[in-house]
């Protein structure tokens, strides 16, 4: 649920056409989501798997991949930042991202350029625009804030590049209050549960204990992006849903439950969480406490750079082969 009284926010990170159409609404209505996410690899399982776009796909025969999935992704969009849009108007986030294409991730201009146009097609003020920290998105970030777009970076792993989206949202945010009177925000989307499946094998062989690494990993970052006290730049929580059963559906989100956070999750790990009514805050996490667990993973030989570098390379890959697959099943 959503915890207004501690500034706690809860997204859906889903999309697909029907859904939107009927039960999205009514998580909205009971106050259990103020917001929602997308990304490359959830449209393209909504779009490859579900018969609700099969009609529109039909009229768009003449375009090319791509036209027809921009054309249904900002039909979405736009559904999803409406039932929202309430939510938006009384100060309680309402917004809806949509992500740039994944293969602009190197391309600041290109990002610029896409991050405005999705945003002026769609027609909603509660539309943030994904833009991956890479070197070439925070320019993209500054770049549409001063212009009144909210901005999601997304794919954020490290503390270091959650410092750098820091200030290319500070600066475009100050940019735009300078010359405007209107509303932007800006989130920082720290992926979480792939840590854990990517070390916590290995660290269990070296007796550590497991799960933690991407909860202790998070709970820096919120620390680094809190101390700033700056009211339109939240720390998310992404990547929040749990693999197997080793963990309870909905650990991700129990275990960073924050002020002045979202959280954004699948719909089962939503459902998980509901159904105990969880509301005392788990962060901030002493840094001597996160300090202490990173010594121990450098002493037990994990490298957190190259861990950073890894999951950011496999998170943009993964996100262009999604995006790639449904072009090529929608041509």
């Known amino acids: 649920m959503v915890n207004r009284d501690i500034g706690f926010s809860l997204w859906l990170d889903f999309v697909e056409r029907d859904y939107l159409q009927n039960e999205f609404s009514k998580l909205i209505e009971n106050g259990i989501i103020n917001g929602a996410t997308s990304n490359p690899a959830i449209f393209a399982s909504a779009i490859t798997t579900s018969p609700a776009y099969k009609s529109q796909l039909e009229n768009l025969a003449e375009k090319s991949a791509k036209e027809k999935y921009e054309a249904l992704a900002i039909d979405d ?9 309430a939510s938006y108007d009384e100060g309680n986030d309402g917004y809806i991202s949509i992500e740039v294409d994944p293969f602009l991730s190197n391309d600041t201009q290109g990002t610029i350029a896409e991050g405005k146009r999705l945003f002026s097609a769609i ?4 539309v943030m625009v994904k833009v991956p920290a890479t070197n070439a998105g925070y320019e993209a970030m500054t770049a549409l804030l001063s212009e009144g777009i909210s901005v999601n970076a997304t794919l954020v792993f490290s503390p270091e590049q959650a410092k ?12 735009f209050e300078q010359d405007s009177r209107g509303k932007v925000d800006a989130v920082i989307s720290v992926f979480v549960s792939r840590f854990d499946r990517l070390l916590d094998a290995d660290l269990a062989q070296e007796g550590i204990d497991v799960s933690r690494t991407g909860i202790y990993n998070a709970a820096k970052i919120y620390n680094l992006i809190k101390k700033n006290h700056t009211p339109n730049i939240r720390t998310l929580f992404a990547s929040t849903g749990v693999k197997g059963d080793d963990l309870l559906a909905d650990h991700y ?6 002020e002045h956070s979202v ?7 939503i ?15 002493e840094e001597d406490i996160i300090n202490g667990y990173f010594t121990k993973l450098a002493d037990s030989g994990f490298d957190m750079d190259e861990v950073y570098d890894s999951l950011l390379k496999d998170g943009l890959e993964a996100f262009e082969k999604a995006f790639q697959e449904m072009l090529e099943s929608i041509k």
């Open 123 to 126: 027609g909603e003020p509660n």
């Open 77 to 85: 969009i736009r559904t999803a930042a409406q039932a929202l849009r």
């Open 253 to 258: 989100i129990r275990e960073l439950l924050a």
């Open 271 to 285: 459902e998980a969480y509901i159904e105990k009514k969880e509301t005392a805050p788990k962060l901030p996490i």
């Open 164 to 175: 750098r989206c820091f200030k290319a949202m500070k600066t475009g945010i100050d940019n």
């Open 263 to 269: 959280n954004t999750a699948p719909l089962t790990t």
